[in-house]
């Protein structure tokens, strides 16, 4: 998905479990006019005892566009089932940075859920080998070897947030 055409990137604030549900809705009113994402992320957790993979969203409650949104496609939103309202600033629609978008779309690489990476960690530096993180060690904040999980910086409509991904530990070579 390219960021540098006129198509914006928007987010709707949504009933909570009803992201993939919206998303759907938005596809089947404005095919052609908006497209919808919700990203996900891919994590492993343990439960009973068995460690499972699961899917879950990256920002609950939150789906976002890209288009053009005019009075018409504002008022079709708003009319969606689920949706609680789009995000907006004195303007009118809020839009979301392009830096912003630019680490949620590299993160999720063409696929709206992001994987897992590979890294290590020697002389308190953090190196990921492989993945949707490489590149990206600066976002990490932390790192749990036990859980296999990081935690990750990233910013939505100007708020910060920590998301925690999904990673590998490897020895260092």
């Given at each position: 998905?390219?960021?540098?055409?006129?198509?914006?990137?928007?987010?709707?604030?949504?009933?909570?479990?009803?992201?993939?549900?919206?998303?759907?809705?938005?596809?089947f009113?404005?095919?052609?006019?908006?497209?919808?994402?919700?990203?996900?992320?891919?994590?492993?957790?343990?439960?009973?005892?068995?460690?499972?993979?699961?899917?879950?969203?990256l920002?609950?409650?939150?789906?976002?566009?890209?288009?053009?949104?005019?009075?018409?496609?504002?008022?079709?939103?708003?009319?969606?089932?689920?949706?609680?309202?789009?995000?907006?600033?004195?303007?009118?629609?809020?839009?979301?940075?392009?830096?912003?978008?630019?680490?949620?779309?590299?993160?999720?690489?063409?696929?709206?859920?992001?994987?897992s990476?590979?890294?290590?960690?020697?002389?308190?530096?953090?190196?990921?080998?492989?993945?949707?993180?490489?590149?990206?060690?600066?976002y990490?904040?932390?790192?749990?070897?036990?859980?296999?999980?990081?935690?990750?910086?990233?910013?939505?409509?100007?708020?910060?947030?920590?998301?925690e991904?999904?990673?590998?530990?490897?020895?260092?070579?």
């Open positions: 998905m390219d960021t540098k055409d006129e198509r914006k990137w928007y987010a709707v604030f949504v009933t909570t479990g009803e992201e993939d549900k919206v998303k759907e809705r938005i596809h009113r404005m095919y052609d006019e908006l497209k919808a994402l919700v990203p996900k992320r891919r994590m492993r957790e343990r439960k009973e005892g068995k460690w499972q993979e699961r899917i879950r969203p920002f609950p409650g939150y789906v976002l566009l890209n288009g053009q949104i005019n009075n018409r496609t504002y008022n079709l939103i708003s009319d969606i089932p689920g949706v609680i309202r789009l995000l907006k600033d004195t303007n009118g629609p809020q839009e979301i940075h392009e830096n912003e978008i630019w680490v949620l779309l590299r993160l999720m690489a063409e696929n709206e859920v992001i994987g990476s590979k890294l290590y960690v020697q002389d308190e530096k953090i190196k990921v080998i492989e993945g949707p993180l490489m590149g990206l060690e600066g990490i904040k932390a790192v749990n070897k036990r859980k296999g999980r990081v935690k990750v910086f990233l910013s939505l409509m100007g708020e910060p947030r920590i998301v991904l999904c990673i590998t530990m490897v020895q260092p070579a």
